[in-house]
């Protein structure tokens, strides 16, 4: 026994040690990143928000909170990281408690909220070192180990996100001492692609998704019945009990993304609708803004400048459309005009063909060359194939059909790549091609 007491004194003081050193390390041996530090270091210095909009880069991206500020009377404000799932965002509510009492939260969420448990590493990266409650820091370690069983990885997180370079510890002593400077002089630097307020993050590029999107998003084909985890669900609900106990009212918002997304992936809806009727059954009012009718909002397709974030043209439609419909449900008007009553009649709204492929299947000396398109519902598409040379000329294979399906000699193919063009039928304009380069 005597020999068994100072190993047991040595081991509560190691695990004390370690208890103290781990939290340390977590929140200053850690790269920071730009935006998440400048947007948690505001938050915790305000004590005005009355209308906390919380996720991930798509509220950061697309929900201007001056502009709903303006629109809606409320000091709105984007409590956001980029990569924010379910966990992350109960992390950072819990923060905006801690110096704010918001009269609304709007949880803003996208399909991948629901079909998605596992965290991403970067948004604890992003957010460890900013959370300032002990417990809040101990209660989002054990939701992100749950999702994944990465104990030691989610603990020693220094390890994986620790400093590489001598200008990882000038950025992240520079982003501790003066963020808003740090940030000026990333915004000036950036040539007018970026500007920030409120934790929001204007974006402007010339690039355009709709450019370059061909065969990446693929209509899937499964039996899967897509529904919303029960892991999701408990989530769900520790979030309404978090904001009812701290007397704010919560809306959940459902984000709109591209069409091309809707089209392409059954669960980009299915999920959402078996969201709908969960958050009927608990009570919580949510606006589902994928169902929004054009009077609302427009098409937003033209202003993504990735798959999945919108420049700021696009953000100021989306926002506008969004303090619309707050404000109707402020003043307790119905809103069910403004929206397609299910998924089956927004799919029919849809006319056009967002995206093309082609794959190509040879036997002995024939080759079929078979295309497909993400369409609307009631949409006929034909395909027109050609051979693309070396110097850009184009012969014509086929004329535009509805069969989507062509065969020749494969000899016929030897002076170029194939390509396939599709458009709605009856229609002149081919919407999209396929440049015949995929592995």
Known sequence: MKTLFPKLIRLAVFLLLAALLIPLGNTFLVQLDTFATVT?????????????????SI???????????????????????TNAYLPDDLALTRQLYETNSPEWVVLVLESYSFNWIRTDPQSQFKLMPHLTNPLNRLQYLLDIMETDGDTLGRLLLFNSFGFTSFEDVQKAFRLRTDPEGFLAQLIAESGGQYAYEDGFIRRESDERAMDGL?????????????????????????YKALVESHGSRLLVVLAPGMTAHALAEPSYLAYLDDAQAF?????????????????????????????????????????????QVFNALR????????????????????????????????????????????RGAQVTPEYSFTLRAADGSETLLRDYDAE?????????????????????????????????DEE
């Open 40 to 56: 948690m270091r505001e938050l915790r210095s305000r004590d005005d928000i009355e209308l906390a909009l919380v996720g991930s």
């Open 59 to 81: 509220v950061q991206h697309h929900f201007n909170a001056p502009l709903i500020s303006e629109q809606t009377g409320l000091t709105a404000f984007d409590v956001t990281i």
């Open 214 to 238: 061909v065969k990446t998003i693929i209509r899937e084909e499964s039996d899967y019945e897509y529904r919303v985890y029960d892991y999701t669900k408990e989530k769900l609900l520790e």
């Open 279 to 323: 958050f009927e059954e608990i009570g919580v009012p949510y606006v589902n803004l994928v169902l929004a009718r054009p009077e609302l909002l427009p098409n937003l397709d033209e202003y993504y400048f990735d798959l999945y974030h919108m420049v700021g043209e696009g953000a100021d439609l989306l926002s506008t459309a969004f303090s």
């Open 331 to 374: 003043a307790g008007e119905d809103i069910s005009g403004l929206f397609y009553r299910d998924s089956a009649e927004y799919l029919a709204s849809i006319d056009f063909i967002t995206n093309v492929w082609m794959e190509q299947e040879q036997s002995g000396d024939s080759v079929t060359l078979r295309a497909d398109c993400n």
């Open 404 to 436: 989507p399906t062509f065969t020749c000699d494969v000899s016929l193919l030897s002076g170029g790549t194939p390509r396939v063009y599709a458009r709605v039928q009856g229609e002149t304009d081919a919407v999209f091609f396929d440049p015949g």
